[in-house]
Each structure stands twice: as structure tokens, then as C-alpha cells.
């Protein structure tokens, strides 16, 4: 029944296709001039399916996603959960970096709102050079499987990645095949966080979910397969949502460092380092999707519209997950915190970037565009080194949706190549900022000092505005009620 539901739900998408087609062949659609057919119809079709009202209900979007994916192939996968220990504290640090960032107009932290810490449960993964395309794993015990994929292990990268889904959907079984490829890039193994999801765990227990897993990393449990990773060997990695929870952690690390403050974890008082750096694909920064490209970029991207947003979550089912009790905007966050600089890294202070390791940014063309170069902006103003590459006409994270494109390739090849840089040669790093064009792959360099089109007062103004409309339609000269 559910695959006959499949069936007639992309049967009905032929009209849209053949439309997009013929458009493309003529050479009467913005995207043609750019994009090649596959994408473009492709991103038609996404959007469709994503803007198509009703809405499933948010329990029956998780559970869609919510799969065991067979392992098999050229990849090494081992299940491992960190533990809650005895004695730790990691609520309290996450609750004194939000304290630590709080300004006047964004509220505190009510201390008996945090979550408790849990297990947070991940994959190793590693790439199985000598596989075959159908092999199945051998039938080991998940601490030999670790063992195995080690054996293979060229480098001493270990990518700590947050996957993407809007905190909403996805786990680390959806991203086997980038974290496979990931791996085999640059030598080393992938760490793939499972964090809770919103919006039954709103912020801030993502944020925890991912410190746990960074000090489980630095300090392992008696029972962990890994020996303690240096902090100078560890890239934050994540696309979409999970890049936005990379840009947290890290700014969680600053403050708690401009605090002089410890965690603690497994009984002892411990230092947080940073990390080698931060490899981000399309990063989400802005929680609200106020920026002007969430409007002036729909013809390249799938991401509904937040004309199409408002009609979506205006027609989605109500179950247990979703709306909220008390009512909340945002699925991710309580309205007073939308503005913190941990649930919107965009809007994080002046200055509070600076000592943040090396940072890698790529996006298209695409809703979040604007925030992103804002973003690659606000790191490099304060001294922080920035890779930044704009893909023309690309569509949101292109390169988990397209894998096997030339232009996924180049931005693999940029992705882990940063990667191998921050560890292996850190003093090499340099900023740099480019557009890559869609069909040549040729670089255009990029002026840091004009590469965002608004400032971060602009986008603060939206922002606010936005809630305090609550979800709104964008009318091209100003937020207007929905």
C-alpha cells in the first residue's frame, strides 16, 4: 500500500515534469541557463513534494526517515553510544553559554526547563577499500567492526559530523554514503552524531547531544573503542541543520572559554579545547529563514518559499509531536530564545568569533545564500580564517542530493581537502573566497568585503519583525501578515 502511495504520488509529478522539460530544452527557464536538466527537474520535483499541502505530520515525516539503512559496500560502520556519566555536567555548561550570550532583549536560560543529558548514540565510519560494491560486513561484535575500519585509517582526521533534516528529521543511517565518501577522501573515519530531534526536544538538547559527543571524543569512557582523539586531529562538520549545530558548539566552546570554565565529565573538572576547525555545507544560521534570498532565490532551489512555509505548516496535521504545548513558533526553539546567537549563529555578537578555529563554507544559489556569505562575513571579520565557496545555481546541500555530479565532486574535493589542510597542515590555511561556475567548475574570486549583501543590523531588524508577526509572507517590499 505504501509503495503504491509512492508510485501515484511521483505519477503525479509528470505534468510538472514535462512543463520543466520542455521550458529547459527551450531555454525559457532561469535555472536552464545554469543548471542541467536532471537538476533542474529534479528540484522541481523536490519542491513539490515539499510544498505540497497537506503536510504529513511531523511523527509521520520522522518515521519515514526514521530507518535502519542495511550496511553494505565499501564502508566500515560501528554503533557506539556515549554514556551519561556519573558525574558530569554538561547541561550546566551549555545553560552558562546561553547565560554568557544573553544581551537585555533575549531571555535567559530557566535552568528547570534543560534537558537531562542521555546517551547519545553514533556510527564510526570508516571506507572499505577492498569491499565489494555488495559486500555485507563481516559478522563481528561492533568494538571488532571499530577495530577493522582502524586497520584502514590512513590520517588522523576524525570528522565529527551533525547531519542535516531542519533538527526535525534524518539520522546518521541517511548519511552512510557522504560520510563513506567523507572518509575516503581524507584518509581518516567519521564520527556520525544521532542527536535528538525537535520538535519533541527542542534547544537545547541538540547542543548537548553534540558537546557529549565532542567530550566523549577528548575523554573517552572506560568502555569506548577509540583511544582519546586530540582536539588539533577533530573537524565539526554538518550540513543544513547540522552545520548550524557545528557553528553552536563552537560558539558554546568561545563563551565558555571567555568564561575561563571547565566541564565537568566523568568526574573531573576538564578543559574544552577547539577544534581543528569547522568544514560546513550550506549552513543554516538563521533559524527564522528571514533573509531576502529565502524569496529571491526559489528559482534554483527546492526549499519551499516561506510563502509556500506558511501553507505548508498551515496544512499539516496535528499529533503528538507537533504544534507544541505551550504553542511555540519554530519547531527548534521557544520564541524568547529564536534570537540567541546558539539557536541563530548569525546573530552572535561583534567580536564573538574571535579565536574560532578555520572555517569552510559552501553554498549555491539557494534560500539560505545570504546568511551563509553574511556568516563567512562575520568569521572573517574577526580574524578568522574562511574558505568560502559559492556554487552557481546550485540547489540547498547539492552535494548530499546529487552525489555523483562534476560539481559535487569539486566541492568534495574542496570539503575534504580543508579538512586535510586544518589537521595535517594547519599553518597553510589561507582565506579564500570564490564563485565556481556551474558548467565550467572555473573559480572567480569573491571581495570578502562585498560578499554579503546586508549587514547584520538589516537582518536583526527582519528578524525581529518576523516574530512579531509569527509566521509571515514575504511581500517583496516588507514582512507582511500572513
Not at 57 to 80: E, H, N
Not at 264 to 273: A, E, H, S, Y
Not at 378 to 406: K, Q, S
Amino acid at each position: 500500500m505504501v509503495q503504491l502511495s509512492i508510485i501515484l504520488a511521483v505519477l503525479s509529478k509528470v505534468p510538472l515534469a514535462s512543463k520543466v522539460a520542455l521550458l529547459h530544452m527551450l531555454r525559457m527557464s532561469e535555472a536552464s541557463k545554469y543548471q542541467t536538466l536532471r537538476v533542474e527537474l529534479s528540484v522541481a520535483v523536490i519542491r513539490s513534494f515539499l510544498a505540497a499541502t497537506p503536510a504529513p505530520s511531523m511523527t509521520t515525516l520522522q518515521s519515514f526517515f526514521a530507518i535502519d539503512i542495511p550496511v553494505k559496500g565499501k564502508i566500515w560502520i560501528s554503533k557506539y553510544s556515549v554514556p551519561v556519566p556519573a558525574e558530569s555536567d554538561v547541561a550546566g555548561a551549555v545553560a552558562r553559554a546561553i547565560d554568557g550570550l544573553s544581551t537585555p532583549e533575549i531571555a535567559k536560560m530557566d535552568r528547570s526547563r534543560m534537558p537531562e543529558p542521555v546517551p547519545v548514540a553514533a556510527e564510526w565510519t570508516g571506507y572499505r577499500a577492498n569491499a565489494k560494491d555488495d559486500s555485507d560486513p563481516p559478522a563481528l561484535p561492533e568494538k571488532e567492526l571499530y577495530a577493522e575500519m582502524m586497520k584502514e585509517v590512513k590520517t588522523p582526521v576524525t570528522v565529527l559530523y551533525f547531519h542535516g533534516g531542519a533538527y526535525c528529521i534524518m539520522e546518521p543511517s541517511n548519511y552512510r554514503p557522504l560520510n563513506q565518501k567523507l572518509a575516503k577522501l581524507t584518509g581518516g573515519r567519521c564520527y556520525s552524531v544521532s542527536y535528538r530531534l525537535a520538535p519533541q526536544n527542542p534547544f537545547p538538547a541538540a547542543l548537548m547531544d553534540a558537546l557529549s559527543s565532542y567530550l566523549g571524543l577528548l575523554y573517552p569512557a572506560p568502555d569506548a573503542f577509540h583511544e582519546p582523539v586530540r582536539p588539533e586531529h577533530i573537524v565539526l562538520c554538518g550540513d543544513s541543520a547540522g552545520a548550524h549545530l557545528s557553528m553552536a558548539l563552537v560558539q558554546t566552546l568561545l563563551e565558555l572559554k571567555r568564561q575561563g570554565a571547565q566541564v565537568l565529565w566523568q568526574g573531573q573538572q576538564r578543559d574544552v579545547p577547539l577544534p581543528a576547525g569547522m568544514a560546513m555545507n550550506s549552513p543554516w544560521a538563521d533559524i527564522t529563514v528571514s533573509s531576502p534570498s529565502c524569496k529571491s532565490n526559489a528559482a534554483f532551489d527546492y526549499l519551499p518559499t516561506l510563502e509556500q512555509q506558511v501553507d505548508v505548516e498551515a496544512g499539516r496535521p496535528a499529533c503528538a509531536a507537533w504544534p507544541a504545548n505551550p504553542p511555540r513558533t519554530t519547531m527548534y526553539a521557544e520564541d524568547r530564545l529564536v534570537m540567541h546567537p546558539l539557536v541563530s549563529p548569525l546573530l552572535a555578537p561583534a567580536g564573538s568569533w574571535a579565536g574560532a578555529p578555520p572555517a569552510y563554507i559552501c553554498t549555491g544559489w539557494e534560500l539560505v545564500a545570504d546568511e551563509d556569505k553574511l556568516t563567512a562575513t562575520r568569521l572573517h571579520e574577526d580574524g578568522v580564517p574562511v574558505v568560502f565557496e559559492e556554487y552557481e545555481a546550485m540547489p540547498h546541500i547539492f552535494a548530499v542530493v546529487f552525489p555523483d555530479i562534476d560539481v559535487t565532486r569539486r566541492c568534495m574535493d574542496g570539503w575534504a581537502g580543508f579538512i586535510n589542510r586544518v589537521v595535517e597542515a594547519p599553518a597553510a590555511v589561507r582565506s579564500s573566497f570564490v564563485t565556481i561556475k556551474a558548467k565550467t567548475l572555473a573559480e572567480v574570486d569573491l571581495d570578502p568585503d562585498t560578499l554579503a549583501p546586508y549587514d547584520l543590523d538589516y537582518f536583526r531588524e527582519r528578524v525581529k519583525v518576523r516574530l512579531q508577526m509569527g509566521w509571515v509572507r514575504d511581500s517583496g517590499l516588507g514582512l507582511v501578515k500572513a
